[in-house]
Nanobody
Framework: QVQLVESGGGSVQAGGSLRLSCAAS????????MGWFRQAPGKEREKVAT???????TYADSVKGRFSISQNSALDTLYLQMNSLKPEDTAMYYC??????????????WGRGTQVTVSS
């Protein structure tokens, strides 16, 4: 059973930084895509960043140049380094994973989320 557990959320002032972590267990897929999503109250869920087993990354336009997605060498932890945070980055952030190499529209596995709040 694939399990994803996020951590690292919190409250920060605008311009600050946070690093989110997602501990992944229960899978040893050679091909995969993992990603970070976020959802603010009253808004639709937004894809923030993805990375696949080839190391190819994608970012939402709203976070390009500020956020960075990466994995540890054991490939069991996903990170999202968030710099120059803005109040509009405030949301619940979710980690997601899928066995497909090409990142899908809908991911199969999800964590429970970690809250990020950015104050002005």
């Amino acid at each position: 059973q694939v399990q994803l557990v996020e951590s690292g959320g919190g409250s920060v002032q605008a311009g600050g930084s946070l690093r989110l972590s997602c501990a992944a267990s229960g899978y040893t897929f050679s091909s995969y895509c993992m990603g970070w999503f976020r959802q603010a109250p009253g808004k639709e869920r937004e894809k923030v960043a993805t990375i696949n087993s080839a190391g190819y990354t994608t970012y939402a336009d709203s976070v390009k140049g500020r956020f960075s997605i990466s994995q540890n060498s054991a490939l069991d932890t996903l990170y999202l380094q968030m710099n120059s945070l803005k109040p509009e980055d405030t949301a619940m952030y979710y980690c997601a994973a899928d066995v497909r190499f090409y990142c899908p529209v809908s991911f199969s596995y999800w964590g429970r989320g970690t809250q990020v709040t950015v104050s002005s």
